[in-house]
C-alpha cells in the first residue's frame, strides 16, 4: 500500500541558510500535518493543511511556512536556519472521514543544521 | 488543562516477559486514542488504535491495549516480549473538538534484554 513519502530523507544546511521539505500523502487524503521531533522529544505539531487550506498551527517559527498544492502535497519552507532545528520533521496525512481518524506518518526527513 | 502522560520514560524487560506500557489522558470527552512504535532513525508506525466499540482492541506485532474510561488510560500490553520490540512508544490523542490536531506523550523507550 501507498504510504506518506517524504523528501529529502536527510538534509544538512548551515546556520542561516533555507531548507524545503517535501510531503507527498497518501492517495486520496486530504489532510496533511507536519511535526518536528526533536533529540529524545516527543513530536511537536507544527501546522496542518485541509484541502489546501491552513487548518491549525502548533509551534511553528515565524522563520517557517508551509503550503499545500493542488495535488496535495506539501511543502515546508526554512529560513534562516538556526541550531536547534536540527531535528526531525515528519509529515502525516489523513482522509478525512476515515474512522479513527488515523493519521499516517512518513519516515520522517532529518535536518542537521551546522 | 487537555494532556497526554506516559508516566515510564524507561522500561526494561527481559526476552519473553510480559509488558504493559501506561497511557493516561486529561480531556473532557473521550478522544481517539492511538499507540505508535518508532524505532532508532525510523518513522512512527501505528500499532493500535480506538474511536469506539470494544475496549480491547488488537493491534500488530501481538500488542493489544485496552481502553478504561474511569481510569481515563489506554495502556498497551504484550504477552511475551522479543528483543526487536526494543523502540520507543508513544501514545497519541485526538481530541474530539473538530480540530484534527494530534497530541504525543513523551514517549517510553523500551529495552529488551536477552
Known amino acids: 500500500a501507498a504510504g506518506v513519502i517524504q523528501s529529502p530523507r536527510h538534509l544538512i544546511k548551515e546556520k542561516r541558510e533555507t531548507a524545503t521539505l517535501k510531503c507527498y500523502p497518501i492517495?486520496?487524503?486530504?489532510?496533511v500535518y507536519w511535526y518536528q521531533q526533536g533529540p529524545g522529544q516527543d513530536p511537536q505539531f507544527l501546522i496542518s493543511?485541509?484541502?489546501?487550506?491552513?487548518?491549525d498551527k502548533g509551534s511553528i517559527p515565524d522563520r517557517f511556512s508551509a503550503q499545500q498544492f493542488s495535488d496535495y502535497h506539501s511543502e515546508l519552507n526554512m529560513s534562516s536556519l538556526e541550531l536547534g532545528d536540527s531535528a526531525l520533521y515528519f509529515c502525516a496525512s489523513r482522509e478525512t472521514g476515515e474512522p479513527g481518524n488515523t493519521i499516517y506518518f512518513g519516515e520522517g526527513s532529518w535536518l542537521t543544521v551546522v | 488543562a487537555q494532556s497526554v502522560t506516559q508516566p515510564d520514560i524507561h522500561i526494561t524487560v527481559s526476552e519473553g516477559a510480559s509488558l504493559e506500557l501506561r497511557c493516561n489522558y486529561s480531556y473532557g470527552a473521550t478522544p481517539y486514542l492511538f499507540w505508535y512504535v518508532q524505532s532508532p532513525g525510523q518513522g512512527l508506525q501505528l500499532l493500535l488504535k480506538?474511536?469506539?466499540?470494544?475496549?480491547l482492541v488488537q493491534g500488530i506485532k501481538g500488542f493489544e491495549a485496552e481502553f478504561k474510561r474511569s481510569q481515563s488510560s489506554f495502556n498497551l500490553r504484550k504477552p511475551s516480549v522479543h528483543w526487536s520490540d526494543a523502540a520507543e512508544y508513544f501514545c497519541?490523542?485526538?481530541?474530539?473538538?473538530?480540530?484534527?490536531?494530534?497530541?504525543f506523550g513523551t514517549g517510553t523507550r523500551l529495552k529488551v534484554l536477552a
Open positions: 480506538y474511536f469506539s466499540g470494544d475496549t
Open positions: 492517495p486520496r487524503h486530504d489532510t
Open positions: 493543511f485541509y484541502e489546501k487550506m491552513q487548518s
Open positions: 497519541a490523542v485526538l481530541p474530539i473538538s473538530g480540530t484534527y490536531k494530534y497530541i
